[in-house]
C-alpha cells in the first residue's frame, strides 16, 4: 500500500496465522497447567503445549511483521523484532527472487543489493499466487520509485533472480557434492574392511575340542535352543525370536522371513562367531545373517561419487558464468548428467565384479583404460556445449544468403509479449517462405491460424542471452531479440541460428513491402 512518499507492506493473509495464535496461546496454558500438577518437563503434555506456544509465537510474529519505505529508506520489524532500516544511499539496486514450490509454485520475493556486495532479502512484499500478482507488482514499483527518487540505482533494468540464473546460491549443491564425497570416501574406505569380514566368515571352520577361549571368537561354536515364540515385524521392520529360559540369549533380531519360518517350541540348533549368533537352523527352516560383500560397497562408493559429480557440475557450471549478470541464465548442466550416465556404465559393473581394484590381468585394465579414455572426452564435449556463447551482431548476417522461395519453413521462435498477431502468447513457431512471416502455434505443416507479423512496425535492437525476467519458456541455449514494435518493447525468443534467420527474413519483408503514402485528392481545376 502506498501512502504520499511512504509504502507500507503488511501480510496479506492472517486468518491462519491468527488460529496458530490461538492454538499457541492454549498450549502454553495446557503446558503450565500440567508442570504445575506433575513437575516434570519430560512429559507429552508438557512437549505439546511448548510445541504449540513456540508455533504461536512464531504466527504473531508474522501477523505483526511490517515494511516500510519512505525518503530516507527501507524499514522492517514487527512487535516481537526490534526495528532494522537500510538507507537508500546503501541499497545499489532492488531484484526479484523467485522461489518454485514443489508443485511448480513460483513464490516472489523482493532482495536488495547493498553496495558492499552484500544481499539482503526483505519478509515484505511476497507473492504466492496469480491473486497477489497485482499487489506485489504495485508495492515493487512504488519501491524502485521511491529509489530512483533517493536514492541512486545501479540501472533501470529490474533484474530477476530464479534457479536458473548466475546469481543464485551456491550453498546447497557444495555441502551435497561435500556431503556425497564424504559418502563415497567413507564407502571406499570399507571396502576391504567388509570384504575381509566376509572372507573370514566363508572360511570359518567349527571350533575343535582343545581350542583355548580366547580363540573361539574366529571359529564357529553351535548351541542348542527352544524356541519360545517368535515376533514377525509390520511393514518394514525386522523380526525377533525368544528363546526359552533366556539361553543362550532372550532375543535375537532376525529378518521378517526368518521369524515367520519357525514356530514356538522349536528345537534349533545356534551357530555363534565372533560371539554373535549368525546361524539358526531348524528342522524346517534355517536363518542365516547376511553379509555385505566388498563388490556392493565397492557400487555404493562408485554412485556415491557419481552422484557428487552433479552439484559439483552446477558449481563448475556456476563458477564459468561468474562474469555473467546476475540475471542471466546459465548453460544447462545436462551434458555433464550425460557424462554421469555414461561413466557409470563402465565404472560400476567394474567396481562389482573387482572392489579392491582390477587385478593385472589385461581385460579389466583394458576396461579401466577405455572407459577413462571415453568419459574424458565426453567431458571435453560437454565442457565446450557449456560454455558461454555471446549472441553475435545482427549486422554481421548482412552478407549472407536470404532465404530460399519455395515451400514454408517453420521455426522454433515465439514472441514473450502478448500483442496482436501473438494474442495470448500463443505462438509456439515463425513461418518463413513466400508468403509474409507469421506466427503460429504449431510446426506445420500449412499456416492454419497463422499471423502475419507487421513488418514494418518492427525495428530490431540488440540480441541478448536469456534473463530470469524472460520466463521458463525460454530454453537456456535460446538467444532474446529485442524489439520495437511501433514504441512499445517486444522480445523475440528462439535458438542462436533460427533467431538470425528469422531477422533476416524481417529485414528482407521489410525492405520489400511498399511503402505507404498518402492519399492525396484532386480537385477539378475550375474548383474555387
Partial sequence: MTEGEEVICRPLRTQALWVCVGLGAVGAVVAAGRLVYSGEWADWWVGGGLSAALLGVASLHGIT??????????????????????????VADLRVHIQYGRYGEQYLRVDMLLRDGRTRRLPLPVSGSGTDRPDFDATLDALRALHRRYGEPQSDHLAVISRHTAGRGVAGPLVLCVLLL????????????????????TSAVPCAAGTPSAERGECLTSLDAVIERTEAGRGKQAGRLYFAGDRPLDRLTVSQEGAEGFRAGDR?????????????????????????????????????????????????????????????????????????????????????????????????????????????????????????????????DEAEPREPTGEDVFLAARFLESTDYNPNRFGTHIVLGDGPPAVVPHPGPGRFAARPIPVRRLTVGRVRRPRGGDGDTVPRGWHVAELDDAGAPVRLAAAPGDLRRVLRALDAARASAPATRPVVHELPRNCP
Fill in 65 to 90: 511483521l511490517r515494511v516500510s519505505a519512505d525518503a530516507y529508506g527501507v524499514h522492517s520489524g514487527s512487535r516481537l523484532r526490534r526495528r532494522r532500516s537500510v538507507p537508500w544511499h546503501d
Fill in 268 to 396: 534349533v540348533e545356534l551357530t555363534l562367531w565372533r560371539g554373535q549368533v549368525r546361524v539358526v537352523a531348524g528342522e524346517h527352516h534355517v536363518w542365516r545373517e547376511h553379509f555385505t560383500g566388498a563388490d556392493s560397497v565397492a557400487v555404493l562408493a562408485a554412485l556415491l561419487a557419481l552422484g557428487a559429480g552433479w552439484p559439483g557440475a552446477r558449481l563448475l557450471v556456476h563458477r564459468r558464468g561468474r562474469r555473467l549478470a546476475d540475471d542471466e541464465v546459465l548453460p544447462s548442466v545436462l551434458p555433464f548428467l550425460g557424462v554421469l550416465v555414461a561413466t557409470a556404465l563402465w565404472l560400476v559393473p567394474l567396481c562389482y565384479l573387482h572392489p579392491t581394484g582390477p587385478p593385472a590381468s589385461a581385460g579389466p585394465l583394458a576396461w579401466a583404460a577405455a572407459g577413462t579414455a571415453g568419459t574424458s572426452g565426453l567431458l571435453v564435449l560437454a565442457w565446450r556445449a557449456t560454455r558461454v556463447r555471446a549472441p553475435r551482431p545482427v549486422a554481421s
Fill in 182 to 201: 564424504a559418502g563415497a570416501g567413507l564407502a571406499a574406505w570399507l571396502v576391504p574392511v567388509v570384504g575381509a569380514t566376509k572372507e573370514a566368515w
